[in-house]
């Protein structure tokens, strides 16, 4: 069982840059690929971005390419979302997940253990 919890959210500015932090307990966090989705009210949970066990690989969606960033501190069982250049549609609960998978994906179904989410809004 792994345990993740989301830190971080908060109200920005339109241009503003903030840091999301995933701690995980529980299992080999070094195994897992890992992965930040977003929900905003009355949508669909959607895809962010994601790493791979080893932190040596990453994918994101074309909504925040070159404007969001993930790492992975393996050492300190954390995943971290860098996002800058916030937007006014960024706003969303952003949830960080774990797939029990050294390799990334990008649908919902495919993570096995979720954070409870930590808001992100931001106005203009």
């Known amino acids: 069982q792994v345990q993740l919890v989301e830190s971080g959210g908060g109200l920005m500015q339109v241009g503003d840059s903030l840091r999301l932090s995933c701690s995980a307990s529980g299992r080999i966090f070094s195994n897992y690929a890992m992965a930040w989705f977003r929900q905003a009210p009355g949508k669909e949970r959607e895809f962010v971005g994601c790493i791979n066990s080893g932190g040596s690989f990453t994918y994101y969606a074309d909504s925040v390419k070159g404007r969001f960033t993930i790492s992975k501190d393996n050492a300190e069982n954390t995943v971290y979302l860098q996002m800058t250049s916030l937007k006014p549609e960024d706003t969303a609960v952003y949830y960080c997940?774990?797939?029990?998978?050294?390799?990334?994906?990008?649908?919902?179904?495919?993570?096995?253990?979720w954070g409870q989410g930590t808001q992100v809004t931001v106005f203009s």
């Open positions: 997940a774990a797939r029990r998978s050294s390799g990334v994906a990008t649908m919902v179904s495919l993570y096995d253990y």
